[in-house]
């Protein structure tokens, strides 16, 4: 498969395609171009989290997963990254799992109610 499309431009021009691949649900290729940016600029958490935001949404959750425990291991607080792991684990039937990552989102967002 030829992937120049998708590698071509800065980093920029990259990151505003991914996004308009992504607002046009077209989740597989914005996937392709993210996957790439996520690869030369590993410490940005926006790329990444839209990267795990792709694999979610074309059902990849195995990958998302992983995007979103790098994010959580980075940034232990980042509430976002919790919220999407612990949903990411209830579409794979974790249930247990999810919860405990529900439990910190809703920490983090302030909302102490028992889950």
Do not use: C, K, N
């Not at 940016?37 to 998302?64: C, F, I, K, M």
Request: aromatic content about 8%.
């Amino acid at each position: 498969m030829d992937t120049t499309y998708y590698d071509h431009g800065t980093q920029a021009e990259r990151w505003e395609r991914a996004r308009m691949f992504f607002d046009a649900r077209d989740y597989a290729a914005a996937a392709r171009v993210l996957s790439g940016l996520v690869d030369e600029v590993p410490e940005r958490t926006g790329p990444r989290l839209l990267l795990a935001r792709a694999y979610y949404h074309s059902a990849q959750l195995r990958r998302a997963e992983d995007e979103l425990r790098i994010v959580v291991e980075r940034d232990p607080v980042e509430r976002y990254a919790r919220l999407m792991l612990g949903r990411t684990l209830e579409r794979q039937g974790r249930q247990d799992e999810a919860d405990a990552q529900l439990r910190i989102a809703s920490a983090l967002a302030g909302d102490f109610t028992d889950r």
